[in-house]
Nanobody, 124 residues
């Protein structure tokens, strides 16, 4: 069944950078799907961070205002992988980061499917 595996998180100082990856398996429509990165901070709801159109529509990224100019979303169709480059990180960026389809999550057996996410901690 479908799997989304996020990686690349870690602990970084304010102003630092990280490059997150999300590899999709058993997801044959990855190449034609709108995809997104989301994040969830402790005690907060999951929020949308960035979206990207399919390659056939130019792989155009869009961003939440809080990350615009600092984060860059990209994708590699051949590798079934989604990326998020995080730059000039701030403590408010601390969260677990997830990838998924946009606008609705992938469904498995009638339920929304989410991977395990990758933890990003920004702290001095």
């Amino acid at each position: 069944q479908v799997q989304l595996v996020e990686s690349g998180g870690g602990v970084v100082q304010p102003g630092g950078s990280l490059n997150l990856s999300c590899t999709a398996s058993d997801f044959p429509s990855f190449g034609i799907s709108h995809m997104a990165w989301y994040r969830q901070a402790p005690g907060q709801q999951r929020e949308l961070v960035a979206t990207i159109t399919p390659p056939g529509l130019g792989s155009v990224g869009d961003y939440a205002s809080s990350v615009k100019g600092r984060f860059t979303i990209s994708r590699d169709k051949a590798k079934n992988t989604l990326y998020l480059l995080l730059s000039n990180l701030k403590p408010d960026d601390t969260a677990v980061y997830y990838c998924n389809r946009d606008p609705r999550p992938i469904r498995v057996n009638g339920n929304d499917y989410w991977g395990q996410g990758t933890q990003v901690t920004v702290s001095s």
